[in-house]
């Protein structure tokens, strides 16, 4: 397999690790197979917050109508005023 040597490079994802060093030396399937695990990772952290936007979306929605509806049941219950408290 092909290697590329860098000069500075700490990689501890994977199955063996590899140090900083001046001249560390790493396979390029085992970096690309990195990087590419990395960009899924980084994929479903991305859904997941967009789920978590979503319901916390639908969660406002319902905090609202619990609101409106606390909202109508107060403004039955105002008792309504007399003539007499008027005069």
Do not use: N, W
Not at 70 to 86: I, Y
């Amino acid at each position: 397999p092909k290697a590329i040597i860098f000069k500075r490079i700490l990689v501890i994802d994977g199955p063996s690790t590899i140090i900083c060093g001046p001249d560390s030396i790493i396979y390029i399937h085992e970096a690309i197979m990195s990087a590419l695990e990395t960009l899924i990772s980084a994929t479903e952290i991305d859904f997941s917050k967009a789920e978590m936007i979503v319901s916390a979306f639908l969660t406002s929605f319902l905090v609202a109508e619990v609101i409106i509806s606390a909202l109508e049941k107060t403004a039955s219950a105002v008792p309504a005023q007399s003539d007499r408290s008027l005069s």
